[in-house]
């Protein structure tokens, strides 16, 4: 199994910053594409950003795009998301995640193809 554990989640003002780090257990996470996700009360869990196995590639939904950066380092297992310019529908729930099956290193939106999940960290942005 594959553990994902999530950090820098926090209350910020808007326009402010936040980094957001994932952990990842195991010694195979340069083969996984990554992603993060995010769920606001009474929402489903929306798709934000992707990155390939190298971290050559990226994928941003169009809502932080200009915003929020994701990237990794697969030296420290880890994967991070800086997200900048902070608005208050950016309040939610973050959680990031693994597809370890991605053989052809397709970056992609779909949460049902993510096969491990974080536990999830609380963004909240104040006006």
């Known amino acids: 199994q594959v553990q994902l554990v999530e950090s820098g989640g926090g209350l910020v003002q808007a326009g402010g910053s936040l980094r957001l780090s994932c952990a990842a257990s195991g010694r195979t996470f340069s083969s996984y594409v990554m992603g993060w996700f995010r769920q606001a009360p009474g929402k489903e869990r929306e798709f934000v950003a992707a990155?390939?196995?190298?971290?050559?590639?990226?994928y941003y939904t169009d809502s932080v795009k200009g915003r929020f950066t994701i990237s990794r380092d697969n030296a420290k297992n880890t994967v991070y998301l800086q997200m900048n310019s902070l608005k208050p529908e950016d309040t939610a729930v973050y959680y990031c995640?693994?597809?370890?099956?991605?053989?052809?290193?397709?970056?992609?939106?779909?949460?049902?193809?993510?096969?491990?999940w974080g536990q999830g960290t609380q963004v909240t942005v104040s006006s």
């Open positions: 990155i390939s196995k190298s971290g050559g590639n990226t």
């Open positions: 995640a693994a597809d370890i099956q991605n053989y052809s290193d397709y970056v992609h939106s779909r949460r049902y193809w993510y096969d491990y």
